[in-house]
């Protein structure tokens, strides 16, 4: 049966691993072709911008996932890290920039946890939304000043920032929360 470690061993970077390769793919050939479809549907209105944050949460699921079956520090990270170091190599569309937003966005994502060991074991409700949160704000803050979202409208800004606070809530905490809630249901040895 397995039993989620929060040893560092080969069987846990396997597992990291196998979540970033994965996120990575679904991020590449999932997501980004929704938002860019969405996006695009939304440039006359002047409010494709929004669309950086409202799909933002599905990008930073891959570290609470990591997190949840590698309950140690740094597994969030790493987990995230891999994650955009796949969606750069097969074509994701923002290039080497991606490796950089995904370390950030899954060490940050971690502020849910850290520091202690019992928060990622007990993978709480409120350690789930805590780091989303925070990872919506390690989303938006590098984009903020390297895509030049300052120079948008207050307005603009305003509703890109809760666009990102709702996405990164709704998918990368409520969603991954359900998703961990099944494994526990099915991960679970049934008693006699």
Do not use: C
Not at 9 to 27: E, H, N
Not at 97 to 119: C, D, H, V, Y
Request: charged share 10%; proline share 4%.
């Amino acid at each position: 049966m397995f039993k989620r470690s929060s040893k560092w061993d080969v069987k846990a970077i396997i597992l990291v691993a196998l979540i970033g390769i994965i996120m990575g793919v679904i991020y590449t050939y999932g997501f980004n072709n929704v938002y860019n479809l969405t996006k695009l549907a939304l440039l006359p209105t002047g409010y494709a911008p929004v669309m950086d944050m409202a799909f933002s949460g599905l990008w930073y699921m891959a570290a609470p996932l990591a997190m949840y079956f590698v309950p140690t520090i740094g597994s969030g990270t790493l987990g995230e890290l891999l994650a955009s170091v796949v969606e750069m190599a097969i074509g994701g569309q923002w290039g080497a920039l991606t490796m950089l937003e995904g370390l950030i966005q899954g060490a940050t994502n971690e502020i849910g946890f850290f520091p202690k060991k019992s928060r990622y074991q007990n993978f709480s409700w409120a350690s789930v939304m805590t780091g989303a949160f925070f990872a919506n704000l390690g989303g938006y803050i590098p984009q903020y000043f390297l895509y030049g979202w300052y120079k948008y409208s207050v307005n603009l800004q305003v509703a890109m920032f809760i666009a990102g606070v709702i996405s990164a809530l709704l998918f990368d905490g409520v969603l991954v929360k359900l998703i961990t809630n099944l494994f526990d249901h099915v991960l679970r040895p049934e008693s006699n």
